[in-house]
């Protein structure tokens, strides 16, 4: 007896989750996938807050058309096939206007697959692959975050600039890994012909024991070493780094290094004179608009805004400038509105969401880990320099070329 | 009795389901296909787990060798999409044939652990080989024939393939071949004593679970028009596993249901929380607890206790 | 002799003295799987959960104490205990119950309590990254062979010996190892004898489960503590279990061993696949020793 009557309550409860899905009418929809548990987990999560606490602001304004902007997330733990499952979910079930998300670039390859038929705007708030609004780009899919393409050149852009002429490349063995490697090297030999790659050194993803690999490069006296790793793996890294003490002997790079992620996970363990490039600080430049945007979230969150922060929130502002310029829901008349829309008051300062790839220009910042007196939790950037983007993106005839036409 | 009840009970199923789209929205239709999908996957993997006895514990890689053969045949070699659909399979079953050969002379847990070795090795082969496979990027976008290339198309296609599939499965058990191979999985020595190739008949029903294992890598490239080298990881072959167990393992149509349940869990719950493979562990950790052959196995259980009770009453 | 004096460079031997402390970690949460498996015949999924519990129990435990070599030393004493603690709370009040039952059910119990574990832990800890401060005392490295070697990673070479000679003992020497060395044969006939085995189960599990957050709360200084954890080290467990022999603690350890070498020095020869040489050594031995390469308790 006691089984079937749990039995019956299960099956109720599957009834009631089935039927009860709560929408009310007039709202604009924003579905999120998105990996909110494993290591991506700690980027993914100021997504949303960034998304939040512009969505709020413009809701408190009365929202947009009239209608408040609501949104939902989904947990794809880094999955492709749940995660496209769950893109489904919310564009058949949900019926969501926009979706938004992720940072695994498989999903995003394959939920803008996806869009492509459904014709559902598709920001790609996240994920890296140079392909998403390059070689596969298409209508209704857009980016607010870099690409692998775009960081590789920032950096060699910096790269150039300096001294150094021997370099290594090492790093995560998979996809974004070797794109931000190849993305590096291809641009930096471009601009300055003279330099020479001595060998590459490339771990599973995951990787927690450096020490061989490093001493296996030191032995082989680069200027300068590429360092192509993932989140998780570039705190592993540097962790290293400081034990073998390679940070005093070689100097290396890596795309995110001084991010903030990275900084409060290693605290003041951290070594000093990493170099690397990121697309928002919280403490630079020293605008009016950016200190706002860092102490409303700080106030609203408890903590410092991560750079996915950012992409969460211009997002939002996308969302809802789109809709209000087109004047209607119309999805069609939404994209034609994003296209070219250029946003001059974000954190970063001017932006435009580019016509050609539905790419967004964000400034990069390059700079170099050091202590500050002012943060006593972890290691800042010094010697910032910015990037522009024009000077990093491709240009629309290149991506127009990588897409065929 | 209990298989002519399987068949009757799949057949009303499956009408019920054909006509489903008529009355659904438009997401259920993709559900359901997925359901079938992950079903015929959860059944071919029981085929060979709860009617044979056998550890095989990397089951996913069948599914991926399916997927990846037609995914590659179709998107990366230019054939059309049949070809594909007949290609899939027909490499899950060369694959689980090479495997099973080398598994198939150990027993029990080692037999699993070196399949799970063996899988890895392939997966670590697709994750790696960018050009060919796609890397961890996977392959997206795959063109799918015109009559199965709509949601509604590829919907009739995994319900018909699938049904057959499972038709087939379901015959196969229920023949001299299956009485053998459950013979095998109750008392093996016996089974050898009487004249049995206990090995070949293994072998077989290896080749057989693989191959519809591979029917099932299709039914995902037709559903969802991707690849993942996710599909070949061994938390899936666990996920599988599971849902066998958690629907009954000792039945025909369980693994159905254990997959219909996880898939519905996870589509469901993930709406309110984030939490949903908390609720998936608790719900698990009941089920074995009170509900030790499964849930379908519960329900057959309880039913036959009424009838026999009804009928001395 | 180009291979020779490639062998013996520098560079390869730092490479296998690091891989080397690498497997230390690999053993110690490995012989804790061995020693479950073998006496109570369950493949604990949960293990890796429980390893990663101890890393991040290391983390709490650091911070209450204020970091530092103090806050270290606490948590390497009492964040293996406290996992400890849990999974004896998991196995009185479940597990027991179930000891009698098809094995394929605890198999699934554990698959569930790994599920549980790993989401309780982003509930509890949230989803940023942690990690451990590295005191001072292991800070910097030692040149060997003119190239520089983490003091860290050599006591870790320490400890790796000393858990094993400590187990070793515990299993071989002391009453409680002799009777679980029997109930892993034969727990009717020890039943029989009077014993309560299920109390021999139950020390047996908890022993394992503590070796787990052991690992967990030793590689917590190295590493980057993130949800996660408990994947990738699960399967490699497992097979450094199968390969090396169910229930034999010098097994786990030469299994570690392979394990780890061929990972490292598989990237140099390969390094495209170098991922594979790993599964390949676990294939090629149970090509030839099926139940693994020491005495297996089954």
Redesign the interface.
Known sequence: M???L??LS?GLL?LV??VV?SHAANTIKVGIVDT????P??Y??DVVDGFKMARDKINAKGGVLGRKIEY????E??????G???A??LV???NVDILAGTIN??TA??I??FV?KEKIPFFVSNAK?D?ITGQ?GHRYVFSTNENTAMAGKAAAVALAKMPFTKYWIAGD???FG?AIGDGVWNNLKALKPSVQLLG?????V?E??F??Y???I??AKPDFIIVATG???M??FQ??A?????ADKIPFYQHTAIEV??G??????APEGVYGTANYLFYYPDTPANKAFAAEFKKLYGRYPKMTALYGYITAEFVARGFQKAGSMNKEKFIDAVEGMVLNDTPVGKMEMRKCDHQVTLPMFWGVTKKSPEYKDFLIAGDLVTIPASEYMPTCEQVLKTRGK | MGARKSIVALVIVLAILAIAPLGLPRFYTYLIALIVTTGLLSTSLNFVLGFGGIYQFHHAVFYGAGAYGAAIMIAKLGYSGWLGFVAGPLVAAALSFIIGLICVRLSKLYFGMLQISLGSLVWAIVYRWYGFTGGDDGIHGIPMPELVGSPLGAYYFALIVGGLSLLVMHRILNSPFGSTLQGIRDNAVRSQAVGVNVRRHQLAAIVIAGFFGGVAGVLFVVVDNSVFPDMMFWTLSLEITIMALLGGWLTFLGPMLGAAVIVCLRTFVSGFTDYWTLILGILLVLVILFLPEGLLGYVLEAWKRRTSESAEG | MDIISFICSPGVLCQVLVGLSRTVILFIVASGLSLILGVLRIPNIAHGSLYMIGAFMAFTVSKVFGGGITGYWMAVLLAPIIVAALSFIAERAIFCRLYEREHIMLFLLTFAFALIFGDLVKLVWGAEYRTVSMPRFFQGSIPIFGLPFPIYNFFLLIMGPLVAIVLWLIVNKTKMGKISRAAAVDREMVGAVGINVSLVFATVFVIGCYLAGLGGALVAPIVNVTLGMDHTLIIEAFLIVIMGGLGNIWGALLGALIFGLTQSLGILIWPQFGIIFPYAAVIVVLSFRPTGLLRSTW
Do not use: C
Not at chain 1, 36 to 39: A, D, E, F, L, T
Not at chain 1, 77 to 82: G, N, T
Not at chain 1, 264 to 269: I, K, N, S, T, Y
């Open positions: 006691k089984r079937l749990l039995l299960f599957g989750l089935v899905s909110y548990s494993g290591p987990a700690a993914s999560q939902t997330t989904r947990d733990k880094f999955k492709p096939d749940v496209l499952a769950m489904k979910e058949m079930k949900e670039s498989a390859l394959a803008s697959d492509k692959s392909r596969m063995d998979y996809e070797h590459q050194t490339w771990w599973k995951g927690t024991d020490t061989p490093i001493t296996a030191v032995a989140g998780s793996g705190v592993n962790k290293a400081k034990a073998t003490g390679l992620t990275v409060q996970a290693l605290g003041m363990d």
